[in-house]
């Protein structure tokens, strides 16, 4: 997430608030079974993983993470093929919903 520039000062406190609202704690069980079967998943594909979990559209979690919706394709793409879920017809959410 390009987030660095914009987490300093107030402003940075209340995007990560923000941020804290969508994505859970990194010692939930959504977490703790999401990095139990796949343990190289970078902080960033985690969150990613977190957020499509919401629900949330590719246009949603590019207005809140400072990127293009174009980038979260990319990364859903390569998120996709990490998860072993290339050629498979099952969405990144219906997979993610089975460690919640």
């Not at 394709?73 to 998120?79: P, W």
Request: hydrophobic share 35%; glycine share 4%; proline share 3%.
């Amino acid at each position: 997430m390009c987030l660095s520039g914009e987490m300093s000062g107030d402003n940075g406190k209340n995007l990560w608030e923000e941020m804290g609202r969508y994505v859970p704690e990194f010692n939930s069980d959504f977490y703790k079974n999401l990095i139990k079967d796949f343990p190289s998943l970078t902080t960033n594909e985690r969150r990613l993983c977190a957020l499509l979990n919401l629900n949330m559209s590719t246009k949603e979690i590019a207005m809140m993470t400072h990127q293009t919706p174009h980038s979260i394709k990319i990364a859903r793409y390569r998120l996709r093929s990490k998860l072993n879920l290339s050629g498979s017809k099952m969405t990144l959410q219906e997979f993610l919903s089975r460690y919640n």
